[in-house]
């Protein structure tokens, strides 16, 4: 990246003074307050210089304090180099001198003003290396006139010095998203929005720009639903910025929320309905069947493929209209669920029932990927009879009443799918899934035996991934954690590429207690899925169980609280770490919005342990009853606790 880049990173802060934010988030850049004063007895304690006196030096320095206060900044800055020139080399004066830099600037870019800036504030850094201000200065100077290296040079030595400084975090992620060097950037945006925001101007841009590339990051990485919440946390920091609109509205679209991406749609100016956007208008109003669809295309005549077909398909000509989405599909190699859409309603005119069979498994499928469960299963359930798809179509349907929660309904679609004659593809994974039907359904014998099935039916590696990977979570939930890890470890030996599996193992040796060996399984899974937040949650919560890299883990479960804000489970971890770090009010702030939603915790393994933590809590704040009350809470929901049952000392004297 050249020097191009660094200006585009400093068009943000171009941006803070001439945005539509409100009020009272601009910058006040006309003068800048003046630093504090040092008193006439540090100046005693402090003088020490053989070409200055004392008293000539201090009326110098009060003499340029009263010119920038005048607003007299060019005079105040000449008297500031004098001094710092004749060897005055104190914090005071060079903090006073680079304000008076700042606000000529801020008047005026002047590149030989800067440059000589920041040859001031090297030679400051290097005087008086404890003084943070002075690292954001060696930023500010070196994004003025666009030095790439010294500005690289200089966030970096603000981060060693100060890991969570939200500028230095924010304009070195800015930088390398900007150069497209998304996987480096990452890890520096999620710091700053998960940094306190003090309400300052640059809080409020940081944040917002951190949470936009962060959502732009999770965009190219196909990670939708990530993008979308990340883009709708920045649209509550300033829903005006047409360009957020513009892929919140996109973003929706194709995770088939059309109600959502309409609404978006319609916040855009017309302007913005041009070209490939009133094709996103035409897609989702037609997918939705609005009504007012066919008077937006005699607003907006423009001539598109996609306009086109849509056009022909409201006067009739279902022909035309086939033959136009397809010289769209054809054209920008498109074979999307709206295409499709546009096709299937054209064959349903028509009747046609090959080809709209046809097109509604295709409907079908797309709905799955999109993870809208009802909208695919009514498109699998019109062709479940067609000889054609069955036995595939049985197997769809079992897997999206799977995903809806319809256990016994799932069931029975995979039996119709294993009995059939030839039904040989779904084969082990219709077993393992049935498995977990009967799991579901309280019939635990019947899910162990038909997981064992699976296992001698696993042909390939896949199949066989899936069955000790699934087999590894059955056991885990009924806590047998020695043949949970023993599945896993199975599974991780045939592939090593699925992140979920390094966060399976890891769940089960922080059970097991083995938190070192956790946290390096955790790590690796990290690593290859950043943007999990059950990785980033247990990753926080073993660091806390291990009582180190506190800050760490309170930036990975603010991280996980992001996407999750209502997850008991990231509040439990949120409440431990505070109460690991001896924050024992915050501890207890978050703790307390736990014990209102105690009836939604399910009784499951695990859960015992936010029990502990209340319990502890009060017991640390003197509540002994209360706190003895949650341990006996924990200890009938798993008896054989340690941790719990070393409590009941305190009852059973």
């Known amino acids: 990246m050249k020097k191009a880049i660094i200006a585009n990173i400093l068009m943000l802060c171009v941006w803070a003074s001439v945005s539509a934010l409100p009020k009272d988030r601009k910058a006040d850049v006309n003068m800048a307050p003046p630093a504090a004063d040092p008193?006439?007895?540090?100046?005693?304690?402090?003088?020490?210089?053989?070409?200055?006196?004392?008293?000539?030096?201090?009326?110098?320095?009060?003499?340029?304090?009263?010119?920038q206060y005048e607003g007299k900044y060019k005079d105040a800055l000449k008297k500031f180099k004098f001094l710092i020139d004749s060897g005055v080399d104190d914090s005071y004066?060079?903090?006073?001198?680079?304000?008076?830099?700042?606000?000529?600037?801020?008047?005026?870019?002047?590149?030989?003003?800067?440059?000589?800036?920041?040859?001031?504030v090297l030679k400051a850094v290097a005087k008086h290396p404890d003084v943070v201000e002075l690292y954001s200065l060696w930023i500010e100077m070196s994004r003025a006139i666009g030095d790439e290296k010294q500005f690289l040079k200089a966030a970096g030595a603000l981060l060693e010095k100060y890991p969570d400084n939200r500028k230095a975090n924010y304009y070195i992620g800015a930088y390398y998203y900007m150069n497209g060097q998304m996987e480096k950037a990452q890890p520096y945006l999620e710091k700053v929005i998960v940094a306190p925001n003090e309400g300052g101007n640059f809080d409020y841009l940081s944040q917002y720009y951190s949470l936009f590339y962060l959502g732009m990051i999770s965009f190219r990485n196909y990670n939708y639903n990530n993008a979308i919440r990340f883009l709708e946390k920045a649209g509550e920091i300033y829903a005006e910025d047409m360009e957020l609109v513009r892929y919140l509205a996109l973003?929706?679209?194709?995770?088939?929320?059309?109600?959502?991406?309409?609404?978006?749609?319609?916040?855009?100016?017309?302007?913005?309905?041009?070209?490939?956007?009133?094709?996103?208008?035409?897609?989702?109003?037609?997918?939705?069947?609005?009504?007012?669809?066919?008077?937006?295309?005699?607003a907006?005549?423009?001539?598109?493929?996609?306009?086109?077909?849509?056009?022909?398909?409201?006067?009739?000509?279902?022909?035309?209209?086939?033959?136009?989405?397809?010289?769209?599909?054809?054209?920008?190699?498109?074979?999307?669920?709206?295409?499709?859409?546009?096709?299937?309603?054209?064959?349903?005119?028509?009747?046609?029932?090959?080809?709209l069979w046809r097109e509604a498994f295709i409907l079908g499928k797309k709905a799955g990927e999109a993870q809208k469960s009802g909208l695919a299963i009514s498109y699998y359930k019109m062709i479940e009879n067609n000889t054609n798809l069955v036995p595939d179509v049985y197997w769809f349907i079992g897997s999206l009443l799977d995903d809806s929660g319809k256990y016994q309904e799932a069931a029975e679609?995979?039996?119709?799918?294993?009995?059939?004659?030839?039904?040989?593809?779904?084969?082990?994974?219709?077993q393992i899934r049935l498995s977990f039907m009967y799991y579901q359904m309280k019939d635990i014998s019947k899910a162990f035996a038909q997981i064992d099935i699976a296992k001698k039916n696993a042909k390939t590696k896949t199949e066989k991934y899936q069955v000790f990977f699934y087999s590894g979570m059955l056991n885990l939930e009924f806590d047998k954690k020695t043949d949970a890890l023993k599945d896993f470890e199975n599974a991780l030996d045939i592939d090593k590429s699925d992140h979920r599996i390094y966060y399976y193992i890891g769940a089960v040796?922080?059970?097991?207690?083995?938190?070192?060996?956790?946290?390096?399984?955790?790590?690796?899974?990290?690593?290859?899925?950043?943007?999990?937040?059950?990785?980033?949650?247990?990753?926080a919560y073993t660091y806390a169980l291990k009582g180190e890299n506190l800050d760490e883990a309170l930036k990975l479960v603010n991280l996980a609280l992001i996407t999750?804000?209502?997850?008991?489970?990231?509040?439990?971890?949120?409440?431990?770490?505070?109460?690991?770090?001896?924050?024992?009010?915050k501890a207890y702030n978050v703790f307390h919005q736990l014990e209102l939603r105690l009836g939604e915790l399910p009784k499951a393994p695990g859960m015992e342990d936010?029990?502990?933590?209340?319990?502890?809590?009060?017991?640390?704040?003197?509540?002994?009853?209360?706190?003895?009350?949650?341990?006996?809470?924990?200890?009938?929901?798993?008896?054989?606790?340690?941790?719990?049952?070393?409590?009941?000392?305190?009852?059973?004297?």
């Open 39 to 67: 008193v006439t007895d540090y100046w005693d304690d402090f003088w020490d210089n053989a070409q200055l006196s004392q008293k000539s030096a201090e009326g110098i320095y009060m003499d340029a304090i009263l010119l």
């Open 93 to 120: 004066v060079y903090l006073n001198m680079f304000s008076a830099y700042t606000n000529l600037l801020a008047k005026k870019a002047d590149k030989v003003m800067a440059e000589e800036a920041l040859r001031y």
């Open 251 to 298: 973003l929706h679209a194709v995770v088939l929320d059309f109600d959502q991406s309409i609404a978006y749609v319609d916040k855009l100016p017309k302007s913005y309905w041009q070209s490939e956007m009133i094709d996103l208008v035409a897609a989702v109003r037609f997918a939705a069947q609005s009504a007012d669809l066919p008077n937006i295309l005699k």
């Open 300 to 355: 907006y005549p423009q001539k598109t493929h996609f306009v086109e077909s849509i056009n022909y398909y409201y006067a009739g000509k279902y022909a035309d209209s086939i033959q136009a989405i397809q010289k769209y599909m054809k054209k920008n190699n498109s074979d999307d669920y709206y295409s499709h859409f546009v096709l299937y309603k054209n064959y349903e005119a028509l009747s046609d029932h090959q080809s």
């Open 413 to 430: 679609y995979y039996q119709k799918y294993l009995s059939y004659p030839g039904a040989k593809e779904y084969r082990a994974i219709s």
């Open 509 to 539: 040796l922080v059970g097991m207690e083995r938190i070192d060996e956790a946290l390096k399984y955790l790590l690796i899974g990290r690593k290859a899925n950043p943007e999990s937040s059950e990785m980033n949650n247990l990753l």
């Open 564 to 585: 999750s804000p209502d997850s008991l489970a990231y509040l439990d971890t949120l409440g431990w770490i505070y109460f690991r770090m001896g924050e024992i009010d």
């Open 610 to 653: 936010i029990y502990y933590h209340l319990g502890i809590i009060y017991e640390n704040k003197g509540k002994l009853d209360t706190a003895i009350d949650y341990y006996k809470q924990g200890l009938k929901l798993n008896p054989v606790n340690t941790q719990l049952s070393e409590k009941k000392k305190l009852w059973e004297k």
